[in-house]
């Protein structure tokens, strides 16, 4: 089995950028993707940015041009930039991976971005 361990997140005023990082627990080889999701309260988890393994990335439209993602694919570790934060990317960030056919999530990282 494989867990997703999360760093980064907190609590960051409008306008300010956090780094978040996703290290899975061993080498993978058979990734295909890994990425964020988010769930702000009320609200139903959606995915944020996902890079696959060629690197393609993917974003939501709400982060693009502001959020970056990065993978080191010599330790398997998935970075989030994310940069020009507003109120409305406040929420539980979720690293998430398709390992083979199978998905995992991480614990989640609350970030809170104030006004």
């Known amino acids: 089995q494989v867990q997703l361990v999360e760093s980064g997140g907190g609590l960051v005023q409008v306008g300010g950028s956090l780094r978040l990082s996703c290290v899975p627990s061993?080498?993978?080889?058979?990734?295909?993707?890994i990425g964020w999701y988010r769930q702000a309260p009320g609200n139903e988890r959606e995915s944020v940015a996902v890079?696959?393994?060629?690197?393609?990335?993917n974003y939501a439209d709400s982060v693009k041009g502001r959020f970056t993602i990065s993978r080191d694919n010599g330790e398997n570790t998935v970075y989030l930039q994310m940069n020009s934060l507003k109120p409305e990317d406040t929420g539980v960030y979720y690293c998430?991976?398709?390992?083979?056919?199978?998905?995992?999530w991480g614990q989640g990282t609350q970030i809170t971005v104030s006004s």
């Open positions: 890079i696959t393994s060629i690197g393609f990335p």
């Open positions: 998430y991976a398709q390992i083979g056919t199978t998905q995992y």
């Open positions: 061993r080498n993978i080889n058979s990734m295909k993707a």
